[in-house]
């Protein structure tokens, strides 16, 4: 039979590691979205980083979902992953966790055809993100009553750390629009400026 403590753990570990993946990819997300040229880290960087973390996040949350179908300890069928609220069992949040992953293919799918796209399409279809994570960590929540007190905590940091990071974009982009920078002076390097010479 396909059940036992290696499913039940193999389920668990890669829905929270996919859940935190997926915390620090929005907040990578939000705060690219604020970064301004010349800043410490380049903006290529940031966006790999992001890019390879929201990859390696769909890898576990793939992993998560088969274990999930494989384990018969609870009826749960490839379609009650796919098609929200159609499992008998924990209906809601099982089917919150069936819109997180729709929601994370239309996300990915997007993302593979971004250079086929409109940029408005794109950045509208990109947004859902924040809705993905949103039912994701309500899943996790609902679904968690085994958690012990460390990923209590750990959800607890992942549950503030997208909204802190929102709070600081639109902190930052409010500043931006009443104080404007000023547009940055040349400076004369001092090897161009010319030599005077002392009478």
Known sequence: MNEGPVLWYLN???????????TVTTVLGVL??????????PRFVTQAVHRNL????VLLLVVHVVAAVVDEFVEIRWWHALV??????????????????????????????R??????????????????????????????????DGLWLLTLVCGTA??????WRLTRAAADRLYPQEPAHRTEDAMTMPIRRIP
């Open 115 to 148: 250079t086929r796209m409109h940029h408005r399409a794109w950045r509208a279809l990109h947004l859902t993100a924040y809705a993905l994570w949103t039912t994701s960590m309500v899943h996790a929540v609902g679904m968690g009553t085994d958690l012990s």
């Open 32 to 41: 690219a979205l604020g970064g301004r040229p010349g800043g410490r880290v």
């Open 162 to 167: 997208v909204p802190m990071a929102v709070a």
């Open 54 to 57: 929201a990859l390696l996040g």
């Open 84 to 113: 929200p609220f159609t499992s008998s069992y924990q209906r809601v949040w099982t089917g919150l966790g069936a819109v997180a992953l729709d929601l994370l293919v239309l996300v990915t799918v997007s993302s593979l055809l």
């Open 12 to 22: 668990r570990s890669t829905g929270v590691v996919a859940l935190v993946l997926l």
